[in-house]
């Protein structure tokens, strides 16, 4: 199983991001697919999280409304649609698989994480 996410960078408060995550060594489709953060000195923290299906979904109550999950089964990539950042959104940005077809933000849940990519929001 290898996840490759891509996409961070640094912006300004208020401004957008879009991170993609390629998957390959496993059948993407069946599968719950989970964004997650990590920030200096923190624990890391589930962001949203969606089915195999993609018909469910769940948010981090601080990023409700402002991001949006997605995927594209055909193209084996999830994605974390980021509107409106905010200083506190900065940290490095993590894709990981679950064990079944929906899992929800546990991080307990996730056997396989890619390597992370950095989002800064600062001005």
């Known amino acids: 199983v290898q996840l490759q996410a891509s996409g961070g960078g640094l912006v300004q408060p208020g401004g957008s991001l879009r991170l993609s995550c390629v998957a390959s060594?496993?059948?993407?489709?069946?599968?719950?697919i989970g964004w997650f953060r990590q920030a200096p000195g923190k624990e890391r923290e589930g962001v949203a999280c969606l089915s195999a299906s993609g018909f469910s979904k769940d948010y981090a109550d601080n990023v409700q409304g402002r991001f949006t999950i997605s995927r594209d089964n055909a193209k084996n990539t999830v994605y974390l649609r980021m509107n409106s950042l905010k200083p506190e959104d900065t940290a490095v940005y993590y894709c990981a698989v679950a064990r079944s077809s929906y899992s929800g933000r546990d991080l307990s849940a996730y056997p396989y994480w890619g390597q992370g990519t950095q989002v800064t929001v600062s001005s």
């Open positions: 060594g496993f059948s993407f489709a069946d599968y719950a």
